[in-house]
């Protein structure tokens, strides 16, 4: 308002003349505001209304009529409530905003032709100078768009939620299978750990020394017992090869054995899967016995095994055993020998008459005495094979003549028992081989006696002899009783009786066949047997055509 | 031209009492509302010829016009757009006043009872108004309008303007409003009885 300067008031026209300016002033100023209020009234894209204290419409903006649907008329007296479907939230709208001026809602509106418009209402209260509530302003802004894409993005949510819930679930099923083959895997290695420590303390505690070489001939595992065998420390000798082992003097045995064991495996491959053995001086006071196990997966080799077993002590043993059987041997046959000559000179009447009683008491007496002497040549020869001072006259000889001399001298005993008794060789001349002839007719005579002993009446015994280039071989075949089968592995064994004959004999030593195989391998070569109970027996026994066996 | 129309509006037009310039322009709204932009022009026509020259672009609402204007307006437009009376016009002012929005305060029955005759006076410059809230009855009120005497049609438009103004006060699912006493019948004012549930 732009008035002059305050005029004389005590002047009534000049008071008069101010005053109408005045009001002319102030309804114009009212008049622009009015016609502001309606322009930005016009112009307002958003719908406004005003609503009195008891929520009844009186005043809407074109927007808002445009929005609704209803005119002017019909919306003004209308309450708030029959805009919008939500009833209760509308009555909170109210409260709310008698109570807190401005409130924002999402609602829905209802309009006049009945369709229903997602809404955000904003609303304000009004109040006087006084604070007495005049009533409200409400906006609408459509969402229903927003809505819209709102409901159709909570639906993708939704949609992709149950996905991901799904591939969650299947996570879920996996984590939990793959935990449980942790779980697995946790036991395993746990049972793992736990065999491999009890596998670490049994090979630890072990009473026999073990080795293992890998596949390379490198040392990965050394036992303290084998530590202490060779007086070792395992740090000193873990990977190390077989061949570099030899630079330790007490190893040299040990090495030089198994680099021949290592060499027959490559050349022998069913070699590789036999366990071999054999007795090994290492020290003074120190014999092991080497065995050695070629470690497999599947068929591959994957390494060796040596199992060091300390048989010193039984060694010692052994021969002490063997001193004094064959002390004790040595000590009878002198005064068994006297009682067989005297007996001898009983029978032969050099000592004068004998009743025919008398005679038949001391030829039992003499054919027991003979036993006797037997059984104690038997032990000495034991003895001797132990001692290993067996062979000492090895000479080129005629096998066949060999045989032909045994064979003489069980003629009676074939005779009296009707066997049918053949003596089968080829025509070709057979090589000769170097052997100790006493011995190796001992042998045969072993193995001949069983054969005649054994075989019932009127049975078979059949001796065959063959050869090829290296060997020859000899075969003593009967119908015998035969071998029981749980027993055959002890047959080669000291003192080894089968259970049907000791029933069939009493006489016999079980030393024989012992005595026999040792003289043949003791001339390099192999001695074995097939039998069937009560059909018969057949050893067979080669010896190498050449001169080449080892002393032992 | 209908003779007694013009009759009636040079009768009215001796009338004296002014109104603000907002209550004329009420009039202008309900026909455009109603009839449309062109029935307003139409009765512009109608009353320059009844010698009453009124160009609603013109009417400014701060400014007073003779009550009379408005007064024969309402008659005029009646006989013209064939309204059956001057209710419904009443009952819409309050929609269109720029008056009754701007300055009425809708506060709680009693308080806004006080305030009638002020905003009486916002808006004429003649006659008054008062109103009571019955103390023997319960939910019933009474207005009275005193030295208002333009036309016996105006009795009606009243009882719409009022009614309306009461709506926006009280809440109820159904006002009604009866006039009880008429200058026209004898009456010294004009008065009007509210009944609400």
């Known amino acids: 308002m732009a008035l002059d300067k305050m005029p004389n008031l005590k002047n009534k026209n000049e008071r008069n003349e101010f005053l109408k300016r005045y009001e002319k002033e102030i309804r114009k100023d009212i008049e622009d505001l009015e016609k502001y209020i309606e322009d930005f009234s016009l112009f307002l894209p958003l719908p406004v209304c005003n609503v009195v204290p008891r929520d009844v419409i009186i005043w809407t903006n074109p927007s808002f009529r445009d929005f609704t649907g209803y005119n002017e008329m019909e919306i003004a007296g209308k309450e708030i409530d029959t805009l919008f479907l939500e009833k209760r939230e509308t009555e909170l709208l109210k409260k709310e905003i008698k109570e807190f001026t401005k409130v924002n809602r999402e609602m829905t509106l209802l309009t006049k032709d009945g369709k229903k418009i997602a809404v955000n209402v904003y609303g304000m209260g009004r109040r006087d100078r006084e604070g007495n509530f005049l009533g409200y302003f409400l906006a609408l802004s459509d969402i229903s768009k927003l809505k819209a894409f709102q409901t159709e993005l909570e639906m993708r949510v939704g949609e992709r939620t149950k996905e991901l819930k799904e591939k969650a679930s299947d996570l879920e099923s996996a984590r939990k299978s793959l935990l449980n083959i942790l779980e697995?895997?946790?036991?395993?290695?746990?049972?793992?750990?736990?065999?491999?420590?009890?596998?670490?303390?049994?090979?630890?505690?072990?009473?026999?020394?073990?080795?293992?070489?890998?596949?390379?001939?490198?040392?990965?595992?050394?036992?303290?017992?084998?530590?202490?065998?060779?007086?070792?420390?395992?740090?000193?000798?873990?990977?190390?090869?077989?061949?570099?082992?030899?630079?330790?003097?007490?190893?040299?045995?040990?090495t030089k054995l198994l680099e021949e064991i290592f060499a027959t495996e490559i050349t022998d491959s069913i070699e590789m899967k036999r366990l071999f053995r054999k007795e090994l001086p290492i020290k003074e006071n120190l014999i092991l016995e080497v065995s050695t196990l070629p470690l497999q997966k599947g068929e591959e080799k994957i390494g060796t095994l040596v199992i060091l077993h300390d048989i010193t002590r039984e060694k010692m043993v052994e021969r002490m055993k063997s001193e004094f059987v064959s002390l004790a041997a040595h000590q009878l046959r002198t005064p068994l020998s006297a009682i067989k000559w005297t007996l001898r000179m009983l029978l032969d009447g050099d000592l004068g008459e004998i009743t025919q009683e008398q005679r038949g008491f001391i030829e039992k007496t003499y054919k027991g005495n003979e036993r006797m002497i037997s059984l104690i040549n038997d032990l000495l020869n034991v003895t001797r094979i132990e001692e290993g001072r067996y062979l000492y006259q090895l000479i080129p000889t005629n096998i066949e003549s060999v045989i032909q001399f045994v064979i003489s001298s069980y003629k009676e005993e074939i005779k009296k028992k009707k066997l049918k008794f053949e003596f089968l060789k080829l025509k070709e001349k057979f090589p000769q081989v170097s052997i100790d002839v006493e011995k190796i007719r001992l042998a045969i005579q072993n193995i001949l006696d069983n054969a005649i002993r054994y075989t019932p009446l009127e049975g078979e015994v059949t001796i065959s002899l063959d050869s090829d280039k290296n060997n020859i071989e000899v075969s003593i075949k009967d119908t015998g009783v035969g071998i029981p089968k749980d027993q055959r592995g002890r047959v080669f064994a000291k003192f080894f009786r089968g259970a049907n004959v000791i029933k069939l004999e009493t006489e016999g030593t079980g030393l024989g066949i012992f005595i026999a195989k040792n003289i043949i391998e003791a001339h390099g070569g192999k001695i074995w047997f097939k039998s069937e109970e009560g059909k018969g027996t057949t050893f067979y026994f080669t010896l190498p055509a050449k001169e080449r066996f080892e002393e032992f | 031209m209908n003779k007694s129309l013009k009759e009636e509006a040079e009768k009215l037009l001796q009338i004296k009492g002014m109104t603000k310039g907002s209550e004329i322009l009420t009039l202008a709204h309900y026909i455009e509302s109603k009839h449309g932009k062109k029935e307003v022009w139409t009765l512009e026509r109608k009353l320059e010829e009844l010698g009453c020259p009124i160009h609603f672009n013109e009417i400014e609402p701060a400014i007073w016009y003779p009550e009379s204007w408005i007064v024969l307006g309402m008659i005029v437009a009646k006989e013209l757009f064939d309204w059956k009376d001057l209710y419904d016009i009443g009952y819409n002012s309050p929609v269109f006043s720029f008056g009754v929005r701007v300055f009425m305060k809708f506060l709680p029955l009693k308080a806004f009872v006080t305030q009638i005759p002020g905003y009486w006076r916002k808006f004429l410059d003649f006659g008054e108004i008062e109103g009571l809230i019955s103390t023997e009855e319960k939910n019933c009120g009474t207005v009275r309008l005193k030295n208002y005497m333009f036309h016996p049609d105006m009795c009606l438009y009243f009882a719409g303007f009022f009614l309306r103004l009461a709506e926006y006060v009280i809440k109820s699912k159904k006002i009604t409003i009866k006039e009880t006493k008429c200058i026209y019948k004898g009456d010294s004012y004009h008065e009007y009885v509210f009944k609400w549930l």
């Open chain 1, 184 to 254: 697995d895997v946790e036991k395993e290695r746990t049972i793992a750990e736990e065999e491999r420590d009890k596998t670490q303390t049994i090979i630890t505690n072990f009473t026999d020394g073990l080795l293992v070489f890998d596949e390379k001939k490198t040392l990965i595992l050394i036992n303290p017992q084998a530590e202490n065998f060779f007086e070792i420390r395992d740090k000193d000798v873990i990977n190390k090869k077989l061949s570099g082992l030899s630079a330790f003097p007490i190893f040299k045995p040990l």
